[in-house]
């Protein structure tokens, strides 16, 4: 029997006690209110609670529940400094790391997956694993060419443990609200669930890969591993070396913190306009800091590619235009533009002020030089969003997501975390007006204006 469903009434049980201690310190919540404490003071303790227990339970589980921690991670740049600061360690942990799988499993699967003569096809392999995530873990191998190349292993039973875990995860995902504020964690989940048949095929994966590694070859600025080998639940890629994102988080230097943000940023629009394939998972874990030359020769590795959005196009036109437009200070125009794509339904009207009202404080980045990107920043917007008195929530609770764009926004929010943990200052308006479609119209304009001006 495979490791993880024979865990499954333990995972179950870890799970189901999360909504229990909820309930528990909302009780303990009303008796300190009663007792006199201030709303605001208990409210945070009650936070603090829950972040120490569902950061506990995740770290210890693989499956969607390390899955579900991975994605909600990069968020950590909103909660309050005082309850992130506890947990930033263990958040951290959660990007790269969980509890390896036996050796003997390892070696079953391999046989089973690349035949009882497995080990002829490498000169070495590493019995011990250089990482451990979610569903799946790396060993570090050299193939019988002599390539140093990384072996990625499926769990046993990784896709059972998926969905049970999201499952059980989405009937409470209301009380997981309250954790980072401004996000709707019931939606999130939701779409972790439709992309685990799609995580679990390495055959995809491994397509996604190639089409990056080519795109890439030789390029100056990111590097990504090529495929060496694919098997049902076996995934063999090039071995990368660099310094995880999650070192620089925590202890980078500016120069390295900036460059690498940099490069996220370019990763993040670049990689979708030339390859078609919008890269998913922008969690830490999945980047690293490659130190080769100059400074400005750094490159940013990048792996993982288990989950990614098809979009022959590139991004969407309607984000650049709306993003120009909305810089512009042209409210009707970029009411009329969200209007149109679905992301103002057609019963509802709204003021196209404060529609832009709303924009102009979260697109701030693409509208400076350069931006440098602050926990304190995030902290903001998502207080802004959060807060049921402020008129930003008031709003948005008005507006719509498309389907087609639930991806995009999840991996722009996460990468944007990933930027405010970093603390990173970015040139955002230069990748935008290189690689996003629709936006560059920005600059023409910009230019004709300062032409018009001059004269």
């Given at each position: 029997m495979s490791e993880l469903p024979r865990k499954a009434v333990t995972r179950t049980a870890k799970l189901a006690a999360l909504p229990i201690g909820f309930a528990g310190r909302s009780a303990w919540g009303l008796g300190k209110r009663i007792g006199g404490r201030s709303a605001e003071i208990v409210a945070r303790e009650l936070q603090q609670r829950t972040a120490e227990q569902l950061f506990k339970v995740l770290g210890e589980l693989k499956g969607g529940a390390m899955k579900f921690g991975q994605a909600l991670s990069v968020f950590e740049s909103a909660l309050p400094e005082d309850i992130a600061g506890p947990y930033r360690a263990a958040l951290t942990k959660l990007q790269d790391a969980a509890p390896p799988m036996p050796v003997s499993t390892v070696h079953r699967v391999l046989a089973e997956r690349l035949g009882e003569d497995w080990r002829e096809l490498f000169a070495s392999f590493e019995d011990t694993p250089s990482a451990a995530a979610s569903i799946g873990q790396v060993h570090r191998?050299?193939?019988?060419?002599?390539r140093e190349v990384a072996v990625k292993v499926q769990y046993p039973g990784a896709g059972e443990a998926l969905l049970s875990d999201l499952t059980q995860l989405a009937r409470f995902s209301r009380l997981l609200g309250p954790l980072i504020p401004g996000m709707d964690i019931k939606p999130l989940i939701a779409e972790l669930r439709d992309?685990?048949?799609?995580?679990?095929?390495?055959?995809?994966?491994?397509?996604?890969?190639?089409?990056?590694?080519?795109?890439?070859?030789?390029?100056?600025?990111?590097?990504?591993?090529d495929v060496v080998h694919q098997a049902d639940q076996v995934l063999v890629t090039e071995w990368m070396d660099g310094v995880p994102l999650a070192a620089l988080i925590s202890g980078g230097t500016e120069e390295e913190r900036n460059r690498v943000g940099q490069l996220l940023?370019?990763?993040?629009?670049?990689?979708?306009?030339?390859?078609?394939?919008?890269?998913?998972?922008?969690?830490?874990?999945?980047?690293?800091?490659?130190?080769?030359?100059?400074?400005?020769?750094?490159?940013?590795?990048v792996m993982d590619f288990g989950t990614v959005d098809r979009l022959a196009d590139g991004l969407p036109s309607t984000i650049g235009d709306s993003l120009r437009l909305a810089l512009a200070g042209e409210a009707q125009e970029v009411y009329e533009t969200l209007r149109a794509e679905g992301f103002v339904k057609p019963a509802i009207t709204l003021d196209p002020d404060a529609?832009?009202?709303?924009?102009?404080?979260?697109i701030?980045?693409?509208g400076a030089e350069e931006f440098t990107f602050t926990r304190a920043?995030?902290?903001?917007?998502?207080?802004?969003?959060?807060?049921?008195?402020?008129?930003?929530?008031?709003?948005?609770?008005?507006?719509?997501?498309?389907?087609?764009?639930?991806?995009?926004?999840?991996?722009?929010?996460?990468?944007?975390?990933?930027?405010?943990?970093?603390?990173?200052?970015v040139r955002m308006r230069d990748e935008l007006l290189d690689h996003l479609p629709g936006f560059a119209a920005a600059s023409t304009s910009a230019k004709e204006d300062a032409a018009r001006s001059s004269a």
């Open positions: 191998a050299v193939w019988h060419d002599g992309r685990v048949s799609e995580e679990l095929d390495y055959g995809l994966e491994a397509q996604a890969q190639k089409a990056y590694a080519a795109e890439f070859a030789d390029d100056p600025d990111v590097f990504v591993p940023a370019r990763f993040l629009f670049a990689g979708t306009a030339r390859t078609g394939l919008l890269h998913a998972d922008p969690h830490p874990g999945n980047f690293r800091l490659i130190k080769e030359g100059a400074p400005e020769e750094w490159r940013l590795g529609v832009l009202d709303y924009l102009l404080p979260i701030e980045p693409a920043w995030m902290r903001t917007q998502a207080a802004r969003i959060a807060d049921p008195r402020s008129p930003a929530h008031q709003l948005g609770k008005q507006l719509n997501l498309p389907p087609s764009y639930l991806l995009i926004h999840r991996v722009t929010l996460s990468t944007i975390g990933v930027l405010c943990q970093l603390n990173a200052t």
